[in-house]
C-alpha cells in the first residue's frame, strides 16, 4: 500500500543528501515542526523514527529540551508512522496530544513510533499512537499518545 510521503521517502533516499532534502521540504511543508529541526531517520508502514538535536532554540530556561519541543517531536513521529501507511483514499487529524516527562532531556533526543496495521478504511473511527523518547544514553525521557482520527476522504 504505497503512498506520496513513504514514496517520496524512498526516492530521496537514492540521491546524495536526499535525507536532507526530504527533511527540509517537511520543515517547509510543516513550519512549526520545522522549527524544532527534526531529522527523520527511518520510516516504513507503521513505524517512524525522527531526532532533534539539542541546541539553545529547543531550550528551556533549566538548559533541557522544552517539552513541547518534546511533544511536537512525539506528535510529528506518531503522524508519519500512521501516515506512512494510509491509503490515498483516506484522511487523519490529530483530535488529542497527552504527554508525560520521565527524565530531564538532554542531548540529542530519538523519538520513534510503532502503530497498529492499517486495513481498509470505511468509517472514521480513532486511533491511538504512543511515541517513546529517549535520549543519547537510551533512557526514556517521554512518553506521548496522540488520538488521531482517521477516515475515508470525503
Not at 520545522?34 to 528551556?60: L, T
Not at 508525560?100 to 496495521?117: Q, S
Request: hydrophobic share 40%; aromatic share 6%; proline share 4%.
Amino acid at each position: 500500500m504505497a503512498n506520496d510521503l513513504l514514496n517520496l521517502w524512498h526516492k530521496m533516499q537514492k540521491v546524495p543528501a536526499g535525507k536532507w532534502l526530504f527533511n527540509k521540504m517537511i520543515g517547509f511543508k510543516v513550519p512549526y515542526t520545522g522549527s524544532i529541526g527534526p531529522r527523520v531517520q527511518e520510516i516504513r508502514p507503521g513505524y517512524a523514527r525522527a531526532e532533534i538535536r539539542d541546541r539553545r532554540a529547543v531550550r528551556n530556561h533549566l538548559r533541557s529540551i522544552h517539552a513541547l519541543a518534546q511533544m511536537n517531536l512525539a506528535e510529528f513521529v506518531t503522524g508519519l508512522a500512521m501516515t506512512a501507511q494510509l491509503p490515498k483514499d483516506a484522511r487523519a487529524i490529530i483530535t488529542g496530544l497527552s504527554i508525560e516527562y520521565t527524565k530531564k532531556a538532554r542531548g540529542t533526543l530519538t523519538a520513534t513510533c510503532e502503530c497498529e496495521k492499517l486495513t481498509l478504511i470505511t468509517a472514521d473511527r480513532e486511533l491511538i499512537i504512543e511515541s517513546i523518547l529517549t535520549d543519547e544514553s537510551g533512557d526514556i525521557v517521554s512518553r506521548a499518545k496522540a488520538t488521531w482520527r482517521i477516515g475515508p476522504k470525503r
